[in-house]
């Protein structure tokens, strides 16, 4: 089987009888090389109101990016880029990275460390050549990471993250500071050996709650709870898969407690002969019959 070429990713009106890329609401395309790298992206928003975005993509001979062009306009005719190339080293990791904006003035280098094949440093320099931020790798005896300390521009630590390992997978506890490196937010991610999201808590001066994963055999996710950190349950989100071959249906329920509010929504997803989606369509019921909400197509191109 061909690779993929290209990918052309389209919202159209559910309700309209135009379903080709020239009625889009938004749209994506995406191009590749025979090695599967990106090589061009370009967005488009509204109907034919303008272009968005544009980016090209360079690689070497070892399939490492040696360059990148991005710019993007936005209706009210302004517009931004940056150009950015990179050096990397045999193995082909990144050493240095230099970027400059639409107008060609540098404005920020990365530079990588490296040792016993771990990446253990990296110093970010903003335009007038002092350090923005450094952000410094530890890891543990079997190689894995365990922690990443970000610090800014004056020396202090800005977000630290400490990775922790278990026989079913790990958890990510990452800390910001403030200016006097009190922590005032944090977020805590457990993952299973799959690397699918089990339980996630985020702490913050707005908030603080906690939220529970569960998937089916194929690892899709059937059930997402938010407590309080009293415990006490604030939504449930239930999901079921319906597979037909080249289609399957996805019909979720929404429970939101604490306005005692229920909604149900119906996922639509049609594939093509190679597994790749091709149409997918959302579904809505605020308490009456499904209104069909929103309707995405995909055009994808194979190398023969």
């Known amino acids: ?8 990713e389209y919202d159209v009106p559910v309700y309209s009888y135009k379903t080709t890329q020239d009625s889009f609401l938004k749209k994506f395309t995406n191009y590749y090389d025979t090695n599967g790298n990106l090589t061009e992206r370009y967005k488009y928003y509204g109907y034919r109101i303008g272009f968005e975005f544009i980016g090209k993509y360079q690689y070497d001979h070892k399939g490492s990016v040696i ?50 094949d771990t990446l253990k440093e990296r110093v970010i320099l903003s335009g007038n050549g ?31 993250t400490i990775y922790k390992y278990f026989n079913s997978g790990y958890t990510a506890e990452k800390n910001f500071y403030d200016k006097k490196g009190v922590i005032d937010e944090a ?86 002969s190679r597994g790749q989606w091709i149409k997918h369509t959302n579904c ?3 308490g009456g019959p499904f209104e069909y909400e929103t309707c995405t197509r995909r055009a994808i191109e194979y190398y023969k």
């Open 1 to 8: 089987m061909g690779k993929v070429k290209s990918v052309t």
């Open 67 to 116: 360059e990148l062009y991005e710019m993007h306009y936005d209706y009210k005719e302004d517009s931004g880029g940056r150009k950015c190339s990179y050096l990397n080293d045999s193995n082909g990791r990144i050493i240095k990275s230099q970027c400059f904006d639409e107008k060609g003035t540098w404005y920020q280098s990365d530079f990588h460390k490296y040792s016993d």
């Open 130 to 160: 002092i350090i923005d931020k450094k952000i410094i790798y530890r890891y543990n005896k079997n190689g894995k990471p365990a922690e990443e300390c970000w610090y800014n521009k004056d020396g202090k630590i800005w977000s630290k």
């Open 187 to 272: 977020a805590i991610k457990k993952y299973d050996s799959g690397g699918n999201l089990l339980e996630y808590i985020s702490k913050d001066i707005n908030r603080n709650v906690r939220f529970t994963y569960k998937y089916d055999k194929s690892g899709r996710e059937i059930e997402r709870k938010e407590y309080e950190l009293n415990g006490k349950l604030l939504s449930k989100h239930s999901s079921r898969y319906y597979d037909f071959g080249s289609y399957y249906a996805v019909y979720s329920i929404e429970n939101d407690f604490r306005n005692k509010h229920i909604m149900s929504y119906m996922t639509e997803v049609e594939m093509d």
């Open 284 to 286: 809505e019921n605020p």
